[in-house]
């Protein structure tokens, strides 16, 4: 058996693959030289046609740009009409800002349980969680999985609740035979490099309700009516600020990165499927490791790839084999510890709802390296690696 790194042997590989990484292109850095040289930096056309070809991409009506993920789900928040006194309920797997967004407006989170098999918002959990200051469901397509749609619209609409689509890891996945633009009320995404496409640091909010569209257009531009574009073009300097709002902006130059980022996302989706077939059919044979679950009335995305050990069969718990892979420089990550874990959400004594099913399943969970630059040696890299850290802990 061949002795593991941690241990004094060689490295399954010698330089660190890390779990995510951006491709950036010639024409890509074109794109971006060329707004340079223009008259705009901020907000100009490029935003504007970044908006439409998103829209148009993610079959939805309305795409408003914004300044990263973060700031997008701060502006559906909003757009959602989310304020003090109000409550939201937020999946309990998935990143910080999923749930933070629905604090910077004031309002009170409940967190809901995941399916064991999607690591999705339970929504036979979510009836539970509704009160008369319930407002809102912000779900996530955990992996990039489409969360139940269907279910969570039939919860929305009966309860009066406005439907929010965390989707930082689902472009271009579909639900259903449908795209994702049409599911929820309002729908983020975020392009941090790690994402499907990257501007760097930047976001969208997608919905089909014109309303909800003004809001967001107001909120990423300190609750102004207008935008300095607008007002050249209507040859006036008059503006008024309607509402509080923040500097939330995109930049032209950014915009143009993912104008030419998203002419890739399809080649880029068909490698990560690619790439999550090759890992399923490997785990498939490892009985240590417990494969992602693909429901068969929907497509990932392939965001990340998330297994989940089985550690009746192992001797070391997910922090040694953390330790041992990244030892093999294969660079592995975990995503997330279940958000009411964290001590903000602990503060004021033990948050609301329930996360039992997210904080047993995080005990066992383990991000590998997924993105499209990844050779076919890489994946082999990393399956060998995981066989062999599983076989020297196999109990
Ligand atoms: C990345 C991510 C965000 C935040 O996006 P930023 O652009 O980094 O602010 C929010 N939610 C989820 C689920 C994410 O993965």
Redesign the pocket.
């Known amino acids: 058996m061949a002795r593991l790194a941690i241990e004094g042997g060689s490295p399954a590989r010698s330089q660190l693959l890390p779990y995510g990484r951006q491709t950036v292109d010639e024409s890509d850095i074109d794109a971006v030289v060329q707004v340079l040289r223009s008259d705009w930096l901020t907000t100009g056309p490029k935003v504007a046609e970044f908006e439409a070809a998103f829209a148009e991409q993610i079959g939805a009506r309305f795409a408003v740009a914004v300044s990263?993920?973060?700031?997008a789900?701060h502006a559906a928040a909003y757009a959602a009409g989310l304020g003090p006194g109000d409550s939201a309920i937020v999946t309990a797997m998935?990143?910080v800002?999923?749930a933070n967004c629905v604090r910077y407006q004031g309002a009170d989170v409940q967190f809901c349980d995941v399916r064991r098999d999607t690591l999705n918002i339970d929504t036979t959990l979510v009836e539970s969680l509704i009160s008369p200051v319930t407002s809102a469901i912000v779900a996530?397509d955990f992996t990039g999985q489409p969360a139940d749609f269907d279910e969570l619209r039939m919860l929305a609409d009966a309860h009066g609740l406005i439907l929010i689509e965390?989707a930082?890891?689902a472009v271009g996945a579909t639900y259903r035979g449908r795209p994702l633009g049409a599911l929820a009320d309002l729908a983020t995404f975020?392009?941090?490099p790690v994402?499907h496409i990257t501007t760097g640091?930047?976001?969208m909010v997608t919905t089909n309700n014109p309303e909800f569209a003004a809001r967001l257009r107001t909120f990423r531009n300190h609750g102004l009516s207008s935008d300095h574009h607008q007002r050249e073009s209507a040859g006036t300097w008059e503006y008024q600020m309607v509402d509080l709002g923040y500097n939330y902006r995109i930049t032209d130059f950014q915009s143009a990165l993912g104008l030419s980022q998203l002419t890739k996302l399809e080649g880029w989706l068909a490698r990560r499927r690619s790439i999550a077939r090759k890992y399923q059919a490997a785990f498939a044979g490892m009985p240590e490791v417990e494969a992602p679950t693909e429901l068969s009335d929907r497509t990932s995305a392939w965001h990340i790839y998330v297994i989940r050990f089985n550690l009746d069969l192992l001797r070391v718990g997910r922090a040694d084999i953390y330790k041992a892979l990244r030892a093999e420089n294969i660079g592995v990550n975990v995503h997330y510890r279940p958000v009411p874990c964290q001590p903000y959400y602990q503060r004021s004594g033990p948050p609301r709802g329930h996360w039992a099913v997210a904080a047993a399943e995080y005990e066992r969970m383990l991000t590998l390296p997924i993105f499209p630059a990844m050779s076919d040696a890489d994946v082999d890299d990393v399956i060998g690696a995981v066989a062999k850290v599983v076989q020297h802990y196999r109990r």
Do not use: I
């Not at 990263?68 to 700031?71: D, Q, R, S, V």
């Open positions: 990263n993920g973060t700031a789900l998935t990143f800002a999923s996530v965390d930082a890891h975020s392009f941090h994402k640091e930047g976001g």
